[in-house]
T-cell receptor, first 110, second 112 residues
Framework: ELKVEQNPLFLSMQEGKNYTIYCNYS?????LYWYRQDPGKSLESLFV?????AVKQEGRLMASLDTKARLSTLHITAAVHDLSATYFC??????????FGTGTRLQVFP | DGGITQSPKYLFRKEGQNVTLSCEQN?????MYWYRQDPGQGLRLIYY???????QKGDIAEGYSVSREKKESFPLTVTSAQKNPTAFYLC???????????FGSGTRLTVV
């Protein structure tokens, strides 16, 4: 059974700093997704990573996928307060369902 | 506009009562999913359906039931057998894993 782990679970960082969230998964898959969730809200799709070596960037966020290492990273550059949210990775399992990580709660302070 | 609609936004259930959460999509997506989220936790899969009139159990299906009579609709019933139903329920749909999945706005269920 596929297991997806994220770390850290909680991240408090100062504005302007850089940091990386890690997503490890236990079974072969070449499709991984990153979502953002604001408190009390639904999930917003950030990135869809479909192959080994895929890298996507949007603003201050950049996601990458290494299927051989079963690892994805979400890198935050020069954090701003608006990035405060919970970030989830999710892995496609047998191309018919998504298994989610535990989430990383990010707080950006001045 | 295409999208996925969940209703109601808030739902209160009395002990021993069955309640049904609605999920409708007009995206022409084949697959639909129900997830449960507890406070401060990730999402856990309850049920999913890849095609009309067919569905599969997820990781935490006990105490829940679903139907998929129409492509657009995938209602979730929380039965009295679900002893701890208070949670945030999210419905999602997708047609191709190349594009990811679209989530509804969620239903917050509370036992009173």
């Amino acid at each position: 059974e596929l297991k997806v782990e994220q770390n850290p679970l909680f991240l408090s960082m100062q504005e302007g700093k850089n940091y990386t969230i890690y997503c490890n998964y236990s079974t072969t898959s070449d499709r991984l997704y990153w979502y953002r969730q604001d408190p009390g809200k639904s999930l917003e799709s950030l990135f869809v990573l479909l192959s080994n070596g895929a890298v996507k960037q949007e603003g201050r966020l950049m996601a990458s996928l290494d299927t051989k290492a079963r690892l994805s990273t979400l890198h935050i550059t020069a954090a701003v307060h608006d990035l405060s949210a919970t970030y989830f990775c999710a892995v496609d399992y047998n191309t018919d369902k998504l298994i989610f990580g535990t989430g990383t709660r990010l707080q950006v302070f001045p | 506009d295409g999208g996925i609609t969940q209703s109601p936004k808030y739902l209160f259930r009395k002990e021993g009562q069955n309640v049904t959460l609605s999920c409708e999509q007009n995206l022409n997506h084949d697959a639909m999913y129900w997830y449960r989220q507890d406070p401060g936790q990730g999402l856990r899969l309850i049920y999913y359906s890849q095609i009309v009139n067919d569905f599969q159990k997820g990781d935490i299906a006990e105490g829940y039931s679903v139907s998929r009579e129409k492509k657009e609709s995938f209602p979730l019933t929380v039965t009295s057998a679900q002893k701890n139903p208070t949670a945030f329920y999210l419905c999602a749909s997708g047609t191709d894993s190349n594009y990811g999945y679209t989530f509804g706005s969620g239903t917050r269920l509370t036992v009173v």
